[in-house]
């Protein structure tokens, strides 16, 4: 399984990105996979930004919530992370996961930097 994230970038504040998680290796027709984005910033934790299960129930961080939308295209093996009204604190590496939920295998991409700055 590979994931490979793309679309970051810097952005002003109340600007907008989307990001997308290209998987190869793995189908998401099969149900078996949920994904994530992540995100971590200089000097804190990583956090859970978003989630979609493997039949669709999308889940966000508070910090996120209005703002964000995760989605998959089935077809093409894509998770985007669409980033409205984006704010400085929102300034992290962003991660793409997969989850194999029947043997708890997981699976992370290498990132892609969002800056966002005036």
């Known amino acids: 399984v590979q994931l490979v994230e793309s679309g970051g970038g810097l952005v002003q504040p109340g600007g907008s990105l989307r990001l997308s998680c290209a998987a190869s290796?793995?189908?998401?027709?099969?149900?078996?996979?949920?994904m994530k984005w992540s995100r971590q910033a200089p000097g804190k934790d990583g956090e859970l930004v978003a989630g979609?299960?493997?039949?669709?129930?999308?889940n966000y961080a508070d910090s996120v919530k209005g703002r964000f939308t995760i989605s998959k295209d089935v077809v093409k093996t894509t998770v985007d992370l669409q980033m409205n009204s984006l704010k400085p604190e929102d300034t992290a590496v962003y991660y793409c996961?997969?989850?194999?939920?029947?043997?708890?295998?997981?699976?992370w991409g290498r990132g892609t930097q969002v800056t966002v700055s005036s």
């Open positions: 996961s997969a989850r194999n939920r029947w043997n708890g295998n997981e699976y």
């Open positions: 290796g793995l189908t998401f027709s099969s149900y078996s996979y949920s």
């Open positions: 979609i299960s493997h039949s669709g129930i999308t």
